[in-house]
């Protein structure tokens, strides 16, 4: 209703400024007259059409009723005219929107525990990584590290070491514990291994150092233990292997005592022992992978990727294999 009554206002104002040009009075006066009822019809045709504009294109003050004003006053009936025929068509023939393609969400929280993959064959840690490097609040930090607790050791232990150089004290903690709890697991079984082994029969001997040399070797595998340590685990390992083998165990014993000799280095063993797993009863699936592993160390490239070329046709196409195919036959 206002809106109506400024318009009428400024109408008649506008009429009047032009009558005033032909009023019979000197000239200054005219001009004056026509000054001042065409400012008014102005002010009041902008204050009509700055209510009516909707709340985004009503600011910023006072820039936006000032340029309303000054097309109204500087451009005489054109521009009162112009500011009517762009303001009313706007208004009550807006023109239609197109049909929303995209719906907004919110951000999802991060899980407390990883989420279960059905179409991806290996878990990607590249996203807690970035979490704990990048998340400003310590609480998505803690979140992103109890999520691997649902994750293999190997894929976890990283992310672990990784949190304990983060600012947050509870992050740090938090860290140290799920590693120290994980090591101290191992370190416990390794214990009730090594109090049943004197008093363990021949037969219940050779279990037992087969038993150990998978625990020290966890040890490595998870990268638990570094340096000095590193090298005594693997030693351990390589050891309590050497004995589970002459106490008549093979199979998987022979392709990790493998391993461990890959490890350490020790070249001319782990072919030995790698060679007698591919003769034993185990799938060579198992087996050709660290055979491989074994040709690149020895600088044997050629045989690389006939090794490879022997796994299954579904080992080929998922990671690691699928980019080590393709780069080496």
Do not use: H, T
């Given at each position: 209703m206002i809106s109506k009554w400024l318009f009428s206002g400024a109408l008649l104002l506008e009429a009047g400024s032009w009558a005033s040009l032909w009023m019979v009075a000197p000239q200054w006066q005219q001009f004056l007259a026509f000054v001042l009822s065409h400012g008014l019809a102005s002010a009041l045709l902008c204050a009509?059409?700055?209510?009516?504009?909707?709340?985004?294109?009503?600011?910023?003050?006072?820039?936006?009723?000032?340029?309303?004003?000054?097309?109204?006053?500087?451009?005489p009936v054109l521009g009162t005219l112009?500011?009517?025929?762009?303001i009313f068509p706007a208004l009550y023939l807006p023109r239609k929107r197109d049909k929303q393609a995209w719906q907004a969400v919110g951000i999802p929280t991060l899980p407390f525990r990883a989420q279960v993959q059905l179409h991806s064959p290996t878990f990607a840690d590249a996203g807690l990584q970035d979490v704990l490097r990048h998340a400003p609040d310590p609480d998505q930090r803690l979140a992103g590290l109890l999520a691997t607790?649902?994750?293999?050791?190997?894929?976890?232990?990283?992310?672990?070491?990784?949190?304990?150089?983060?600012?947050?004290?509870?992050?740090?903690?938090?860290?140290?514990?799920?590693?120290?709890?994980?090591?101290?697991?191992?370190?416990?079984?390794?214990?009730?291994?090594?109090a049943q082994l004197p008093s363990a029969n021949a037969q219940a001997a050779g279990a037992l150092h087969a038993t150990l040399a998978r625990w020290y070797w966890e040890l490595a595998y998870l990268g638990l233990a570094q340096g000095s340590v590193l090298e005594h685990v693997l030693n351990q390992a390589s050891e309590h292997a050497e004995q589970g083998l002459q106490a008549g165990k093979g199979g998987e014993l022979l392709l990790l005592a493998g391993r461990i000799a890959l490890e350490r280095g020790d070249i001319p063993r782990a072919e030995v022992l790698l060679n007698q797993a591919r003769a034993s009863d185990m799938?060579?699936?198992?087996?050709?992978?660290?055979?491989?592993e074994l040709a690149f160390e020895a600088r044997r490239y050629h045989e690389i990727g006939g090794l490879?070329?022997?796994l299954p046709e579904d080992m080929r196409q998922r990671p690691p294999f699928a980019a080590l195919v393709r780069s080496w036959t």
């Open positions: 009509a059409v700055w209510r009516l504009l909707p709340a985004r294109y009503r600011a910023p003050l006072p820039w936006s009723p000032l340029f309303i004003f000054s097309l109204a006053f500087f451009v112009g500011v009517v025929a762009a607790r649902r994750m293999p050791g190997r894929d976890a232990v990283p992310i672990l070491k990784l949190a304990l150089g983060d600012p947050s004290d509870d992050v740090r903690l938090l860290a140290y514990s799920m590693l120290d709890k994980q090591e101290n697991d191992i370190n416990l079984r390794i214990q009730l291994a090594l799938d060579e699936a198992q087996v050709l992978p660290f055979c491989a490879l070329a022997r």
